[in-house]
């Protein structure tokens, strides 16, 4: 039996759209009081703008703008920075997950999903084989099943392999069980630190 991974024909469940919409509602007064507090105090503690933004690759393959609040200095920084370029707040931020709430934005602009693989860089999408382009068949998403299975104490090819596990497996229940599973990490920061060492620009450096 030729599964939807082989076809290429993934696509998001029917609905999925409209339970981003209501789950975002549901969280839209909470996120945007902490979201306040958080953007105070990054503005009160460093140098620069709010917001970091960045260009990451969406459904499709077609660029978007993601929105994170800033943790390190206002500077030219490294795609992995070292330590002393997180500014306190910012280590904080990560710590909790904080910094990615202006995502939320991107949800509410049709570009991202409460759930679906984390949006990556071109750079990374570039070294994709046909069969991990189908990572590109849904919006990337807020959490997703690699971020509760490990994050960023995974190896790049398995957090590949658990995004393409949800894109043929998505639905609404598995939706809703990912969710349930984010608290865990964001109370606990369970693989915030790090980063794959066989991710595509390690590799080259």
Not at 14 to 36: E, F, M, N, Q, S
Not at 71 to 91: E, K, L, Y
Not at 153 to 158: G, K, N, T, Y
Not at 169 to 193: C, M, Y
């Given at each position: 039996?030729t599964?939807?991974?082989?076809?290429?024909?993934?696509?998001?469940y029917?609905?999925?759209r409209a339970?981003?919409?209501?789950l975002?509602?549901?969280?839209?007064v909470?996120?945007a009081?902490?979201?306040a507090v958080?953007?105070?105090?990054?503005?009160?503690?460093?140098?620069?703008p709010?917001?970091f933004?960045?260009?990451?690759?969406?459904?499709?393959g077609?660029?978007?703008?993601?929105?994170?609040f800033?943790?390190m200095?206002?500077?030219?920084n490294?795609?992995?920075p070292?330590?002393?370029?997180?500014?306190?707040?910012?280590?904080?931020?990560?710590r909790?997950?904080?910094?990615?709430?202006?995502?939320?934005?991107n949800?509410?602009?049709?570009?991202m999903?409460?759930?679906?693989?984390?949006?990556t860089?071109?750079?990374?999408?570039?070294?994709?084989d046909d069969?991990q382009?189908?990572?590109?068949?849904?919006?990337p998403?807020?959490?997703?099943l690699?971020?509760?299975?490990?994050r960023?104490?995974?190896?790049w090819?398995?957090?590949?392999?658990y995004?393409?596990?949800?894109?043929r497996?998505?639905?609404?229940?598995?939706?809703?069980r990912?969710?349930?599973?984010?608290?865990?990490?964001?109370?606990?920061?369970?693989?915030?630190?790090?980063?794959p060492t066989d991710?595509?620009l390690?590799?080259?450096?």
């Amino acid at each position: 039996m030729t599964s939807a991974l082989d076809t290429g024909r993934c696509r998001p469940y029917r609905g999925k759209r409209a339970v981003d919409l209501l789950l975002l509602a549901g969280v839209a007064v909470p996120a945007a009081v902490i979201g306040a507090v958080c953007a105070v105090a990054v503005k009160l503690t460093s140098k620069g703008p709010v917001l970091f933004r960045q260009e990451r690759v969406g459904m499709g393959g077609q660029p978007f703008t993601v929105f994170k609040f800033r943790t390190m200095v206002h500077a030219d920084n490294p795609i992995f920075p070292d330590a002393s370029r997180i500014t306190t707040v910012g280590r904080w931020l990560r710590r909790f997950s904080l910094d990615e709430l202006p995502q939320l934005i991107n949800v509410a602009r049709g570009e991202m999903s409460i759930v679906g693989p984390r949006p990556t860089l071109q750079y990374q999408v570039d070294r994709y084989d046909d069969r991990q382009r189908l990572r590109l068949s849904v919006r990337p998403g807020l959490t997703g099943l690699a971020q509760v299975r490990g994050r960023n104490s995974l190896q790049w090819q398995q957090r590949i392999e658990y995004d393409l596990e949800y894109v043929r497996t998505q639905s609404l229940l598995v939706d809703l069980r990912i969710v349930l599973a984010t608290f865990k990490p964001l109370v606990t920061g369970e693989g915030t630190e790090g980063h794959p060492t066989d991710d595509p620009l390690a590799k080259d450096q």
